[in-house]
Structures are given as structure tokens and as C-alpha cells.
């Protein structure tokens, strides 16, 4: 029984007996499992480190090759409150998107490291195993962090494309 059994091993082992369990063997698989998870979740990290660092690029590079394009649509009526919009907004959308493809590729990964390790496990005799699982709420979790790196990225750019003169931007080369 599993709630006896850490009093009847300490009365086993204090005849002088050494005693193994399946519970020994969880314990192990639960303690590399969460080295793994602690590991993949500061690659993770790094990878979205860069991400961020990509998009800002982008968006900045985005704005220098648009400049020209800002200034025509400030100098036919737009306000600089909407070419920040649009910005943010192509910084949203990249994010948001970017996020999908993260959780995409993760979830492949996943179910393709468990069909080899179900292979595996099938050649020894055992049953199939499945150790993919994306609960729901760090699916909307992803999504809505991603979008907030979408803002955070975008604001620098947004702004700077604010500050544009039309009438500089339109002589801009």
C-alpha cells in the first residue's frame, strides 16, 4: 500500500535490510524530468532573448527603409498617433505569429520524441509512451506574453517613426 510504504521500508531497512522500490525509481525519473524542464525553460529564455532583439532590428530596419513611405502617408493626412498604431501593430502581429510557430514546433518536437521513445519502448516489450502535454493555459499564456514582447519591441521604433518630419522624410534618400 502506498501510504504504508515509507513506514514499513524504515522498519525493514532498521532490521538491518536494504530496500528498493518503484517509488525510488519515480523519484529519479521526477527529479531528471525537472532538471530538464529547468534546463529547456532557460534555453527558452535565451531563444526569446534573441527573438526580441530579431523583431527590434527588424522594426528599426523596417522604419529606415520606410521612412519615405512615413512621410507620404503623414503628408496626405495620417496623424502620428496612427503610424504608431500601425507599428505596434506589425510588432503585435509578428509576435503573435512567432509565438504559434514556438508552441508548433514545440508540440511537433514533443510527439516526435515520444513516437522514438514509444518505438523504443515497444522493441523492449513495454507500452507506448507519450511525453508531450501543453495544458490549455500555457498555450494562452505564450500567446499573450508573446504579444507583450510584440509591444515591447515596437515601442522604440513606433515612437521614433512618430518624430519623423514628412516634409524630412519625403527628401530622405
Do not use: C, H, W
Request: net charge neutral; no cysteine.
Amino acid at each position: 500500500n502506498q501510504e504504508v510504504l515509507s513506514d514499513v521500508r524504515k522498519q525493514v531497512e532498521g532490521m538491518g535490510y536494504v530496500t528498493t522500490s518503484v517509488a525510488d525509481t519515480v523519484t529519479q525519473i521526477n527529479s531528471f524530468f525537472a532538471s530538464a524542464r529547468i534546463i529547456l525553460g532557460l534555453l527558452g529564455m535565451v531563444a526569446l532573448g534573441v527573438a526580441a532583439l530579431g523583431m527590434f532590428n527588424t522594426l528599426t530596419v523596417s522604419l529606415l527603409e520606410r521612412t519615405r513611405e512615413v512621410g507620404l502617408m503623414k503628408a496626405i493626412g495620417m496623424k502620428s498617433v496612427e503610424v504608431q498604431e500601425l507599428f505596434l501593430t506589425e510588432s503585435m502581429v509578428m509576435a503573435f505569429f512567432g509565438g504559434i510557430l514556438g508552441l508548433l514546433v514545440g508540440l511537433i518536437g514533443g510527439k516526435v520524441l515520444g513516437a522514438g521513445l514509444s518505438l523504443l519502448s515497444l522493441f523492449k516489450g513495454a507500452g507506448t509512451i507519450d511525453v508531450s502535454y501543453i495544458p490549455p493555459a500555457f498555450i494562452v499564456a505564450i500567446l499573450i506574453f508573446s504579444l507583450i514582447v510584440g509591444i515591447v519591441t515596437g515601442i522604440y521604433p513606433a515612437r521614433r517613426a512618430t518624430s519623423i518630419s514628412a516634409l524630412n522624410a519625403l527628401r530622405y534618400e
